[in-house]
T-cell receptor, first 114, second 115 residues
């Protein structure tokens, strides 16, 4: 959807190791978002970006950092993965700010921290 | 502090119209009604959105009541591939100057299309 590719699709890692998830989009969208989805919690916003090098925190940002050095790429980094970060991570993009511009989502990365 | 209320689950026969209700009685004048769906193991898929008027696209129709306190998503000819969790979301129109501008997902309605 909307040319969004998330990589890797699946990853298993050990507690304490760094992990980077990548979101790549081909739509030249300015706004990009990282969400996590857990049973009983729905989708929760981690971080978002409103332009190259412009990022801000979402609802559940502790333990995560992001970077956006190019329009098309938005990286999510877990500096030291914990078991509580086991989740499915979704990236989303939109071209304009405002309620009239739908977000489009990638197909997710399933991360397991053992 | 959910802004929308949806039934947790619904059934619909294949080939019939699926009508999914949503209550959003506290909606503000600058808030849009959005519908997404999520098929198992996939990302949320945008379906349709509207502000005041009814909307139709190739996937569905959105009927918003005149007082905007509720809406109905209509899938005109449901197929087995429409089995999914459907989310009704109220989304504010950003006034600019930054802000998350994201979506807040609730629990949604699990729609099951029966053969």
């Amino acid at each position: 959807d909307a040319g969004i590719t998330q990589s890797p699709r699946h990853k298993v890692t050990e507690t304490g190791t760094p992990v980077t998830l990548r979101c790549h989009q081909t739509e030249n969208h300015r706004y990009m978002y990282w969400y996590r989805q857990d049973p009983g919690h729905g989708l929760r916003l981690i971080h978002y970006s409103y332009g190259v090098k412009d990022t801000d925190k979402g609802e559940v940002s502790d333990g995560y950092s992001v970077s956006r050095s190019k329009t098309e790429d938005f990286l999510l980094t877990l500096e030291s993965a914990t078991s509580s970060q086991t989740s499915v991570y979704f990236c989303a993009t939109t071209g304009r700010q405002g309620g009239n511009s739908p977000l489009h989502f990638g197909n997710g990365t399933r991360l397991t921290v053992t | 502090d959910a802004k929308t209320t949806q039934p947790p689950s619904m059934d619909c026969a294949e080939g019939r119209a699926a009508n999914l209700p949503c209550n959003h009685s506290t909606i503000s004048g600058n808030e849009y009604v959005y519908w997404y769906r999520q098929i198992h193991s996939q990302g949320p898929q945008y379906i349709i959105h509207g502000l005041k008027n009814n909307e139709t696209n190739e996937m569905a129709s959105l009927i918003i009541t005149e007082d905007r306190k509720s809406s109905t998503l209509i899938l005109p000819h449901a197929t087995l591939r429409d089995t999914a969790v459907y989310y009704c979301i109220v989304r504010p129109d950003s006034l600019g100057g930054g802000g998350a501008d994201g979506l807040t997902f609730g629990k949604g309605t699990h729609l099951i299309i029966q053969p």
